[in-house]
DNA sequence: GCGACAG
DNA sequence: ATCTTGTCGC
């Protein structure tokens, strides 16, 4: 059975809990943030679904850039250990992500994930997750923030405003099109905010997701058919 | 103690 | 994430 809401699920076993926050707190030593040291050339967009309630499907987009022509798309499924809980997205969701990427030929130059980067309690969201497992440049797009506040950007695209937590920025607020909601982009490693806020500016074309995760989004919805 | 809470 | 209809605007 479903919850209607995630919070009329059980409770978490604390224990678990524990262990996996002492995990990120261990991570977070290892996150770099800084100017790329890359060129971008090739650019994926990662995300996933769900078939019933225990089964996740992941998809990752190969797109050029910054041209954004499709290169090559992947797609992995298999069962899912844990139940969604803010703040611990990334061990239930990457353990099928990082399956989906080993299918690429070619291996991208960042990583475009939906949900958010170091814009975490702990700034472990699942793009920094993955950046640490895969040593390789990672950024976030959020739709809703998770935690952190911010005023609403001016309408107009491009407006962006900071996301302040503790006293930090993690992230950018970037109104992506016009009277749109805006969204959330974070460095995730290996890249710094104003260099992940400019890229995904850059792949916002005409929709309110970039690119990448626009494409990925979609596809993971199409894969999830032919299952 | 009372809310908030990625996907 | 997922369940769902019509509706508004470019």
């Keep these: 059975m479903a919850y209607y809401r995630n919070f009329d699920a059980p409770p978490p076993d604390p224990v678990v809990l524990k262990k996996l926050t002492e995990q990120q707190n261990e991570m977070q030593q290892r996150i770099i943030l ?18 019933g309630e225990d089964t996740i ?3 990752f987009i190969l797109l050029s850039y910054p041209d954004l022509e499709v290169v090559e798309k ?3 499924h298999g069962p899912v250990e844990l139940p969604y809980i803010p703040g611990f997205l990334a061990f239930r969701e990457a353990p099928n992500l990082l399956k989906a990427y080993e299918k690429l030929q070619q291996k991208p130059d960042l990583i475009m994930v939906d949900g958010h980067g170091i814009s975490h309690p ?3 969201g699942i793009a920094t997750h ?6 390789k440049p990672t950024m976030g797009v959020a739709k809703k923030v998770l935690v952190g506040k911010y005023t609403e950007p001016a309408v107009t695209k491009g407006s962006v405003s900071p996301l302040v937590y503790r006293n930090e920025v993690i992230a950018n607020v970037l109104r992506t099109k016009d009277k749109v909601k805006p ?3 974070s460095p995730g490693h290996l890249l ?3 260099s992940a806020t400019s890229i995904a500016m850059a792949c916002a074309i005409k929709h309110k997701l970039p690119e990448p995760t626009r494409l990925a989004d979609h596809y993971a919805g199409e894969f999830k058919k032919l299952v």
Aim: hydrophobic fraction near 50%; include cysteine.
């Design 34 to 51: 800084q100017k790329p040291d890359f060129d971008l050339k090739l650019i994926a967009g990662c995300d996933s679904s769900f078939i």
């Design 57 to 59: 499907l992941s998809a």
């Design 74 to 76: 992947v797609w992995h």
């Design 122 to 124: 702990r700034r472990l």
């Design 130 to 135: 993955l950046g640490l497992h895969l040593n």
């Design 183 to 185: 969204v959330f982009v």
């Design 192 to 194: 710094d905010l104003e």
